[in-house]
């Protein structure tokens, strides 16, 4: 994945992000905070999701407790 | 296997006013989905090969670009049948030759899926490099504009610009744009649909009217 790197760790963008959703935001939200194009924050996000790292509620975006952990809040 | 020597038959072209056709795609900044740009416009364009000096023209030009498209709500999208890792180096290459960051993501589309789908595939020209399309797609997914270009032939991006805030100008005030028309320009009133209506216009005698069919105005 794009945001996860080959040794695991997060990605810088990836890691703003996660940190953005530590109270929860939308798409365009998440891209504003992180001064990145929407596109960018979606495919972001989706990765996120993926290693179980975010969620999605509707429009909202949440860290999860596997994403809390890797940013160690 | 036809004339060209292409065995598989291609799809056609999407048509404007038809949905753009969806896709999931690696590029230089991540897996990317047609999807993700709902909301903002998009120019997606193909270019035939990296490393290449046509094409390294119109990506220095897209550059020079790409933040007056982003003011006007409009990403840019390329793409070419090249690997992840040959866009990577050329990106790089470019940065280091011509002191030019390439801000936006380029699709490697190794399996021609998405240039497939585009239609960007033109066999008489290549049978395995997408020519010089451009795509322009809307913020609803729409596809609103069309360009193709040959292999020899850079395209004029300022003019691929002034089609995005073309169409914006008509979706934002309903008019339709003259020749030429730039930002700031008057635009076209549509023309009367009756006599009556024809004929009220000439009576007015608005100076910005030639005739009761070719009327201007500046939008907004």
């Not at chain 2, 709902?38 to 120019?43: C, D, E, K, P, Y």
Request: hydrophobic letters at 40%; one cysteine or more; proline letters at 7%.
């Amino acid at each position: 994945m794009a945001c996860v790197k080959p040794n695991g760790e997060l990605t810088p963008a990836a890691l703003e992000v996660l940190v953005r959703i530590a109270s929860s935001a939308t798409d365009k939200e998440v891209a504003d905070a992180v001064a990145r194009p929407v596109h960018q924050a979606r495919a972001i996000l989706r990765e996120l999701i993926k290693a179980d790292m975010a969620a999605r509620d509707g429009e909202l975006y949440r860290i999860t407790p596997t994403g809390r952990a890797r940013i160690g809040g | 296997m036809d004339q060209t020597g292409c065995c598989d038959a291609l799809p056609r072209m999407p048509r404007i006013g038809e949905p753009a056709p969806s896709f999931e795609a690696e590029t230089t900044q991540g897996d990317l989905r047609l999807e993700d740009y709902a909301g903002s416009w998009l120019v997606l364009f193909s270019h035939p090969a990296d490393f290449t000096p046509v094409c390294t023209t119109e990506f220095l030009a897209f550059a020079r670009l790409y933040p007056t498209f982003q003011e006007n709500g409009c990403e840019l999208l390329g793409l070419s049948t090249d690997s992840v890792y040959s866009h990577i180096a050329w990106v790089r290459n470019i940065e280091a030759v011509f002191g030019v960051r390439i801000a936006f993501p380029i699709v490697a589309d190794a399996g021609r899926e998405v240039a497939r789908a585009y239609g960007m595939i033109m066999p008489a020209e290549s049978s395995t490099e997408a020519v010089r399309t451009v795509f322009v797609i809307d913020d609803r997914q729409i596809v609103r504009a069309v360009l193709s270009y040959p292999m020899t032939t850079g395209r004029n991006v300022d003019e691929i610009l002034r089609l995005v805030q073309a169409l914006r100008a008509t979706d934002k005030h309903g008019v339709a744009t003259p020749a030429g028309w730039l930002p700031g320009d008057k635009a076209i009133v549509a023309p009367p649909r009756t006599q009556e209506m024809a004929e009220e216009r000439i009576k007015a005698g608005d100076p910005d009217c030639r005739d009761w069919y070719f009327c201007l105005r500046t939008p907004g």
